[in-house]
């Protein structure tokens, strides 16, 4: 209903004022109130406040959310003339029954203030529009409170979530050091955790001077310690479930000699994986999702082997962790003994726009506040330029498909980089910048509006 309401008032500026769109919203946060973060605990109000939340939907509903046709102010006006006082009575008297356990200001900023949540999906190259994204969100001075990603997603979540403020050039002089023969090789190594593949990825020999592990001596930065909270979906293959014996999938792709060069010839080549690959797509038996971060034990984890794992494409990417490392060890065990998982690779199988876990860490009072919004970055959406990409697109978007109502705005960017454009030259770096920064500017009206606080309400004001 809020959402409906601030798109009507940006359409229609005459729906609303700024007093009566502050009304509505504040009773519309009122109602939706559940749990209120104080003193570093949860205190839950949703079943005093459900008398008003009934209220609300029963009156509003019909106005907000009409079957057909827009809002329609003359509608929304008999509402407006004593729901401000409703409001600001029923919110005293929360106060006064919670009287010693809940402050004003907890249920004020509860109220009036709405973080962002980005989850970032899955999609190889596609997926550097990002960047622009969060370029443009913090030009505008919004900056997420959660970051959730999958795959390329999750590596350029890790690129956000490193620090509070957002540095484009610091980014773009991270992917400038990449380079194929860094992040990628086509060798034989042992596999442990992972699923065997044509191209073995090294993670932390490309960014990994990032991320803490360039200094002898020096310990990785675990999930918990990043800045800003990032969750990371990674797929886990149940044990006993592999539809084929694990070499088979170091066979399924062979990698051509001049792929850099060639990348059409590439996804001709990927297209004879998409077979196996919709077996693991489309049975969902096969599969568990993993959101490492989301919890105390995953948090542990090494933030770049939680990405690397992310982005291990059955038959495609191999990632694991072949070091001596027993602290990472034990929790990758941990947490495959205790899933019943005998692989972990890509978290696009199951999960590759995860609003969905976005949404559960929000309502798990992760973030310290239930008032969020969600916006969800999908780069790989299906599209009419990348007819090889399609089919693969395809599978993706049925697990995609449960995440949407999980998100207050879905953006299917039509335009990216290829998926295989994993390592860019800054050309194609600039491009995918300028697109993701030029696909989302018009939603930039409904996310500032909804993201801004709201005025408080008194029974001074008119």
């Known amino acids: 209903m809020e959402l409906a309401l601030v798109r009507g008032a ?24 559940y749990k209120v973060r104080q003193d570093g605990r949860d205190l839950g109000v949703g079943a005093w406040l459900a008398p008003f939340r ?41 106060l006064a029954r919670f009287k010693g356990r809940l402050s004003m200001e907890a249920v004020d900023a509860e109220l009036r203030h709405k973080a962002l949540v980005l989850v970032a999906g899955g999609g190889g190259g596609a997926g550097y529009v990002y960047i622009g994204v969060m370029s443009l969100l ?10 959730v990603g999958t795959s390329i997603g999750a590596v350029l979540a890790l690129f956000r979530s490193r620090l509070q403020r957002f540095d484009q050039d610091e980014i773009v002089n991270i ?11 086509v060798i034989s190594t042992q596999n442990r955790y992972g699923l065997p593949a044509a191209l073995r990825l090294f993670l932390r020999a490309g960014i990994g001077r990032w991320f803490g592990t360039d200094r002898e001596g020096a310990e990785a930065v675990k999930l918990k310690e990043l800045p800003i909270k990032t969750i990371i979906t990674v797929s886990g293959i149940r044990k006993g479930k592999l ?26 080549s990927l297209q004879g994986t998409f077979g196996a690959l919709a077996e693991l797509f ?45 602290r990472m060890q034990g929790l990758i065990e941990s947490v495959m003994e205790s899933h019943r998982v005998s692989r972990l690779v890509d978290g696009g199988m199951v999960d590759n726009l995860p609003a969905k876990a976005a949404w559960r860490a929000v309502h798990r009072g992760q973030i310290g506040t239930r008032n969020a919004f969600i916006l969800a970055l999908n780069g790989f959406a299906t599209k009419l330029s990348q007819p090889l990409w399609m089919p693969l697109a395809r599978l993706a978007e049925a697990n995609v498909a449960g995440n949407r109502p999980y998100a207050h705005l879905v953006h299917d960017f039509k335009r990216t980089l290829s998926p295989l454009a994993l390592v860019p030259s800054l050309q194609d ?31 001074r004001s008119r």
Not at 56 to 82: A, N, T, W
Not at 138 to 147: F, T
Not at 244 to 268: K, N, S
């Open 54 to 94: 009934e209220e609300i939907e029963r009156r509003l509903k019909p106005v907000l959310l009409p079957q057909r046709g827009p809002i329609v102010r003359s509608l929304l006006l008999p509402h407006l003339k004593d729901l401000k006082d409703r409001t600001l009575s029923t919110r005293d008297h929360l």
């Open 10 to 33: 940006i359409d229609d500026p005459a729906l609303v004022d700024a007093h009566e769109e502050a009304v509505l919203r504040t009773a519309l946060s009122l109602a939706r109130l």
């Open 282 to 326: 489309t049975r969902p038996e096969i599969m568990v999702k993993l959101h490492l971060g989301a919890d105390d034990s995953t948090s542990e984890w090494d933030a770049l082997d939680a990405a690397g794992f992310s982005c291990a494409l059955p038959g495609v990417i191999h990632y694991d962790v072949l070091r001596e490392d027993s």
């Open 243 to 268: 539809p084929h014996p694990v070499e088979f999938y170091e066979g399924l792709f062979t990698f051509p000699r001049r792929a850099v060069r060639d990348p059409v010839g590439v996804a001709r």
């Open 138 to 147: 913090d030009e505008y001075g919004l900056k997420p409170k959660l970051l």
């Open 429 to 459: 770096l600039a491009v995918a910048l300028e697109l993701g920064r030029k696909q989302l500017a018009p939603q930039m009206p409904l996310l500032t509006r909804m993201l801004a606080p709201l005025p408080r309400l008194d029974t």
């Open 175 to 185: 992917v400038r050091t990449l380079s194929w023969r860094k992040l990628f090789r």
